[in-house]
């Protein structure tokens, strides 16, 4: 099986390949079933893989991300004088509006004296609910259009809550799917196999990014 990489593909501060957009990420590491003769003229991978599942390549970038973060945080927290604590949250996705996140989950820490949760989300289709054995808010979101904002204002009570338990909420940690997306624009330009086959099976490819730990501060 061959695989095409874009033309434009670097690793490392080398100099950039091709004429169109760079490709570039800082470290790179391939299965043992990659040939990789054709690799550095023609960003081609030759893979003879038994059966199964294999991670073809594995990559790394650490800085200059072609496209900005997926969500972008806005948040405000206070204290009643009744001691109940209110979490104001407003998450932007900045994905191209073409694009959405799917199975948002969002995990707020809060206070250990945080007994009760009451809430205002923004669309109906949203859920959120106190989780007392991990102490946090767990927000969950189906879909998240590009360009789109949702919002959320969580009222916690119950004993010993303070100005100073404002200290122990967040950060916040996110997981979430974007589908028909690489973060790197990395792209396959081709796969084949070699040689051919009688009878071809099925073959299609199909971008998703995971995510893996994706913390925002307060």
Known sequence: MR??????????????????????V????????????????????????????HTVMQYQLSDELPSPPPFRLFHSLEREPSGRLLVYLKLRCDLPPKNAALNVVVNLPVPKGSVSLSQELSSPDQSAELQPISRAVRWEIPRFP?????????????????????????PVSLSFELPKLTCTGLQIRFLRLSPPLPALPQRWVRYVTHSDSYTIRM
Not at 10 to 22: D, E, F, N, P, V
Not at 35 to 43: A, G, I, P, T, V
Not at 146 to 165: I, N, T
Request: hydrophobic residues 35%; aromatic residues 6%.
């Open 26 to 53: 800082d470290e790179c590491s391939f299965h043992e079933a990659v040939k990789l003769d054709e690799f550095e003229n023609q960003r081609v991978l030759r893979v003879t893989p038994s059966q199964g599942e």
């Open 3 to 24: 695989i095409g990489l874009n033309e434009e593909f670097s690793i490392g501060k080398t100099q950039l390949r091709g004429y169109g957009a760079a490709v570039r």
């Open 146 to 170: 590009g360009g789109a904002q949702l919002s959320a204002l969580f009222k916690l009570e119950g004993s010993g809550l303070s100005a100073a338990s404002l200290l122990e909420v967040g």
